[in-house]
């Protein structure tokens, strides 16, 4: 059974950083576009960046210039670094793994980021 599971997440205060990572099992991660999604409490669940498994990456235009997406092939692994954070980031973060074009076929249990003074 595929399993995605993110760590990183927590409480930081607005202008702050974090981290958060995906460790992927049982998949051949390197074929797969990796993308990270949140929901906040209230709203639908949003793209918030992907990662083409050629390297290729989009953002949503909220994210762009703060938040960077990347891969390691050979951990299995997509991280999303996230910087200059703002209350409007506070969300449950999901990764997920898929193929381009469709939706994303595998989800993460998700980590709550919480961004407050």
């Known amino acids: 059974q595929v399993q995605l599971v993110e760590s990183g997440g927590g409480l930081v205060q607005p202008g702050g950083s974090l981290r958060l990572s995906c460790a992927a099992a049982?998949?051949?991660?390197?074929?797969?576009?990796m993308a990270w999604y949140r929901q906040a409490p209230g709203k639908q669940r949003e793209l918030v960046a992907a990662i083409g498994n050629g390297g290729s990456t989009n953002y949503a235009d909220s994210v762009k210039g703060r938040f960077t997406i990347s891969r390691d092939n050979g951990k299995n692994t997509v991280y999303l670094q996230m910087n200059s954070l703002e209350p409007e980031d506070t969300a449950v973060y999901y990764c997920s793994a898929g193929v381009s074009g469709r939706p994303p076929a595998y989800w993460g249990q998700g980590t709550q980021v919480t961004v407050s003074s």
């Open positions: 049982r998949i051949t991660f390197s074929i797969y576009v």
